[in-house]
């Protein structure tokens, strides 16, 4: 009887698997033959819903334009394809509607282009360019363009890059405005929250922490009982201001609920804004300990993701660089100082406001001449070591010649062996690791864990030290004795559980996705080493367990 239960429940798989490439195949066919005047709009209301169903509409539109060869055309195709695609293909289908748009005059669309290059450069982290695009199309929308959405997105988006930038005077009268508008419109919807949430950071990096406390708790009152919304970025908000008034404790506690949001979420800007106000607050209670371990957690989030580079969190360099120069490591100072200015370089071409507001221990010419100090004294120490290193060559050149004499001596042979010169055995002494520093590497390690370090193509053990805050053989003797693992063990063993839950969790990896595609994504090089590991660790390569994924009955 199970026999036949199966049989009929494959022909029931393959019959509805055939039944949806056909009706796939004929809604790809239908969409040739959608009318042009609905066309354009329904990819606008799809992009709008947020649903895939607009990416068949781009290429489209595209293949319409080029039949036609109508400006009008292409500026609906390239509208479409900026907001679809990512990173460089978006920017050049963003500047194609630009010189479009801009050579048959039409406002609307040139406002449209200037937003969508705003948006392109903020991608890229490159604020001050997102600035200028977005204050250029602001004022189109002002004189040329009546569009109070698109108007209202962009002073937005000015808002939040002033807050960035530390123009925060000028982020409050923008946030007070939208707040007004939205409220009136729906008080407790997404765009009024998150408003109400920009208005408090900008207070609170003004200082005005009072103010900023009201705005949190009227945004987490609104919030209340609802699982989505910006409950993590109010909570950040609410610790920071707590760290402003001296509550520390209370800070903690707010940041830490915060801060495992942030990292489901991969928000790296937020993570390091998180770790620094948590060192901040931890150096204020004296927990040395603590406040290193934030500190590097800034510094390994900006080694990861540089776009996470936030200026107010700039203090955890200087933190960092002041305690190794407390413990005279002097090769972490130089490393740290290269640091500092390659962040402030950043800063400066990109953070044109924050000199009004961000106060520096280490300013640049001061980094630059102890940088300089720095490199002369490795100079001149180089020099001492490359002459006592010759010395030392000669003095060993000379035992072992005077060595290889004497062992044909077998008089002197005779007499070392008496005297038991000959017996001498070597003592290795066994390293251990302090319960601190086991701890800061357990803890660091289920931090990285939560980032998915180990997807990243050639992670090495000497890297994933670095962004723990520990030596290389310090990390390679932990995971050998407290994990029972070698270092490449433990990534790999990462990594194929990712992949495992990425065949019961995505349909879409498991359907569309090339076995070297799977493997890449799962931080292998191919799928040779990701079925390599996968037979060694469960008795099954990756392809067996792609096909059991795709058709599980068998």
């Not at 946030?175 to 207070?203: C, I, M």
């Not at 002041?322 to 005279?328: A, I, L, P, Q, S």
């Not at 407290?482 to 063990?489: D, L």
Request: overall charge positive.
């Amino acid at each position: 009887m199970s026999v036949i239960w199966q049989l009929k429940m494959k022909w029931l798989i393959y019959i509805t698997l055939f039944s949806y490439c056909g009706l796939w195949s004929q809604k790809t066919i239908d969409l040739r033959y959608e009318p042009l005047d609905s066309l354009y709009p329904k990819a606008v209301e799809f992009w709008r819903m947020d649903s895939d169903s607009v990416y068949p509409y781009g290429d489209e539109l595209l293949r319409r334009a080029r039949l036609s060869g109508i400006p009008s055309r292409y500026i609906h195709a390239y509208h479409i394809l900026s907001l679809i695609t990512l990173g460089k293909e978006s920017q050049n289908f963003t500047d194609s509607l630009y010189q479009l748009a801009k050579s048959t005059k039409d406002a609307k669309y040139v406002a449209t282009a200037l937003f969508l290059k705003g948006r392109n450069a903020y991608d890229a982290g490159q604020y001050k360019s997102s600035l200028d695009e977005y204050l250029k199309c602001n004022e189109l929308l002002r004189h040329d363009v009546d569009s109070v959405r698109l108007e209202n997105l962009v002073r937005d988006n000015i808002g939040l890059i002033r807050i960035l930038v530390g123009d925060n005077d000028g982020a409050v009268k923008i946030y007070r405005d939208l707040l007004r508008y939205y409220g009136e419109r729906d008080n407790s919807g997404q765009k009024y929250l998150w408003a109400l949430f920009s208005l408090a950071v900008a207070h609170h990096q003004n200082g005005d922490f009072s103010v900023s406390q009201q705005l949190v708790h009227k945004g987490l009152g609104l919030l209340e009982g609802t699982e989505n919304g910006p409950i993590p970025y109010f909570l950040s908000v609410y610790g920071a201001n707590h760290y402003g008034m001296g509550d520390y404790q209370t800070a903690i506690a707010n940041l830490h609920k915060a801060n495992t949001s942030f990292k489901k979420q991969e928000d790296a800007m937020r993570q390091a804004i998180a770790h620094y106000y948590l060192g901040s607050a931890h150096h204020a209670l004296g927990n040395t300990d603590s406040t290193l371990y934030h500190m590097q957690r800034v510094d390994a989030i900006y080694e990861k993701d540089p776009k996470s580079l936030y200026p107010l969190t700039r203090g955890a360099w200087e933190y960092l660089l002041g305690t190794v120069r407390e413990n005279g490591d002097t090769e972490a100072e130089l490393r740290y100082i290269s640091k500092l200015l390659a962040i402030d370089s950043i800063i400066s071409g990109n953070f044109r406001y924050v000199n009004l507001n961000l106060t520096q221990k280490y300013d640049m010419p001061r980094l630059v001449s102890e940088r300089n100090a720095l490199v002369n004294r490795y100079r001149s120490r180089n020099r001492h070591y490359l002459m006592g290193l010759a010395i030392l060559s000669i003095v060993l050149l000379t035992f072992f010649i005077f060595r290889k004499r004497r062992s044909k001596d077998p008089v002197a042979k005779i007499s070392a062996e008496n005297n038991g010169t000959g017996n001498k055995v070597r003592q290795s002494s066994k390293m251990t690791i302090s319960p601190h520093k086991l701890s800061t590497i357990a803890d660091g390690l289920a931090d990285l864990e939560g980032e998915r370090f180990h997807l990243e193509l050639g992670i090495t053990v000497k890297k994933t030290a670095r962004l723990l805050g520990v030596g290389e053989k310090q990390l390679s003797i932990y995971l050998n004795r407290h994990v029972g693992m070698t270092f490449t063990q433990y990534v790999n063993g990462l990594r194929v559980e990712h992949f495992r839950n990425r065949l019961r969790s995505d349909s879409d990896f498991v359907k569309t996705y090339t076995l070297d595609a799977m493997a890449q994504e799962c931080g292998f090089k191919n799928n040779k080493s990701l079925s390599k590991v996968c037979k060694r660790r469960l008795g099954k390569t990756s392809s067996e367990l792609v096909r059991e994924s795709r058709n599980p009955l068998f």
